[in-house]
């Protein structure tokens, strides 16, 4: 499958720029037993540039596989770090939009974590559609759930909001997708739409390959979303980088002819341009590094372990997979305990683990967690090396 129209503007100037052969095609899904772990199928990436719009994407993305309605493990909300942030963003929307009792809605809410705190902030109702969400996870009265993919049916549903986190940048079907929601809008226009996506341009300044996995198939700029959401119908009212710019955030509404007005962030094309360049000049050499490091700790007998599962240690891992360092994978999602990683076959454990295991390495997914990591480590008596990415 090669998709030769740019999902965003439907040009055709595409470029194929960077590419990783054989990734494991889930990421997220539970597995149980290392058989199951290492057949998880596999599929080649390939990043994309289209020079009229300026979005990213994998041209390779097989569109006919159902990637959501298996079940997959993705709640963050067990970090302190991670729910400071979450309730941060809830109660500035709160604020910013009068969302107070208001009744908002979520699509692709997984397994609730969100609308359930927002719900919970601001007194009001709250509305969940997504095929993945477990009946009876949520137990708030409050709360409408529709274990459903997101489509024309639910335009009747009214709300003061509608988010979508980190969703997007799973769907091939961009444009489509954000037209989907603004067709519903036409007798609601005060609607605010907010999506969370990661961004695109941090990924290619430090060359963080671990965020480039197969589940991801869309990866958007400021710039691209910006111009996407102009040309769906959508005044932009807040566009913002947050999370250590790990985290683009899109405030809009509904109009019938959306303003010219940018934003600061919303680089040009010719930007984004230089920037693939300098990735391409980049990236080998950092993945060399990663290489060098981890052949020595092997050579040196050291035991490394990986803390922080999901969709970054598969990311990571899949281009090191062949030293075979790494054992196990850290994470402090209960839920993660004793599953397999998809595409590794390493073995999810708790934090505990580490207590007896005494690592000599530590190498953490997301540098934002360092100091929660770090001191957790510490508490436990574990005093090793520390990498984050
Ligand atoms: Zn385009």
């Known amino acids: 499958m090669l998709h030769t129209k740019c999902p965003n503007c439907g040009g055709q100037h595409i470029e194929g720029f960077f590419e990783i052969k054989n990734a494991p095609i889930f990421s997220l899904v539970t597995v149980k037993s290392k058989e199951e772990a290492l057949n998880v199928p596999r599929k080649d990436i390939e990043l994309a540039f289209c020079s009229d ?7 390779k993305f097989d569109t006919t596989i159902d990637y959501f309605t298996g079940g997959y ?4 909300g067990f970090s302190k770090t991670f729910m400071e942030y979450l309730t941060g963003i809830s109660k500035e929307l709160i604020a910013k939009y009068n969302l107070e009792g208001k009744t908002t809605m979520e699509i692709g809410c997984g397994k609730g974590d969100f609308i ?4 919970n902030l601001n007194g009001g109702k709250g509305i969940g559609i997504d095929p993945a969400y477990e009946v009876g996870r949520q137990n708030n009265p409050n709360l409408t759930f529709y274990k459903e993919f997101y489509s024309e049916k639910h335009g009747g549903l009214k709300a003061a909001m509608i988010s979508c986190r980190h ?3 799973h769907i091939h079907g961009t444009y489509e997708f954000l037209k989907l929601i603004r067709n519903s809008l036409d007798n609601s226009m005060d609607t605010v739409v907010f999506f969370e996506i990661p961004q695109i341009s941090r990924i290619l300044d430090i060359q963080a390959f671990w965020d480039i996995y197969y589940e991801h198939c869309s990866y958007f700029s400021a710039g691209s979303l ?8 959508y005044e932009i009212l807040d566009l913002r980088l947050v999370y250590s710019d790990q985290y683009l955030l899109i405030e ?3 109009c019938a002819k959306p303003s010219t007005k940018t934003f600061e962030i919303e680089e040009s094309i010719e930007v984004q341009r230089a920037r693939i360049a300098n990735f391409k000049t980049k990236i080998e050499e950092q993945l060399g590094d990663w290489r060098k490091k981890l052949t020595a700790l092997k050579q040196a007998n050291k035991k490394v372990v990986v803390w922080g599962g999901g969709s970054k240690s598969v990311g990571f891992l899949t281009n090191f997979a062949d030293i075979g360092v790494i054992e196990y994978v850290v994470d402090i999602n209960p ?10 076959g390493k073995q999810y454990q708790s934090p505990d683990f580490l207590k007896d295991y005494q690592p000599d390495a530590v190498i953490i997914m997301n540098g934002v967690y360092q100091k929660e990591i770090t001191q957790s480590l510490n ?4 005093y090793p090396e520390v990498y984050a990415l």
């Open 53 to 59: 719009c300026g979005f990213i994407f994998n041209r």
């Open 252 to 254: 809009a509404k509904p």
């Open 167 to 169: 969703t997007l940048e």
């Open 335 to 344: 839920n993660m305990k004793g599953n397999y990683i998809p595409g590794i």
């Open 379 to 382: 508490d436990m008596g574990c």
């Open 73 to 76: 493990e993705d709640q963050q």
């Open 226 to 233: 910006a111009r996407m959401f102009r040309a769906a119908g």
């Open 116 to 119: 359930n705190l927002l719900t």
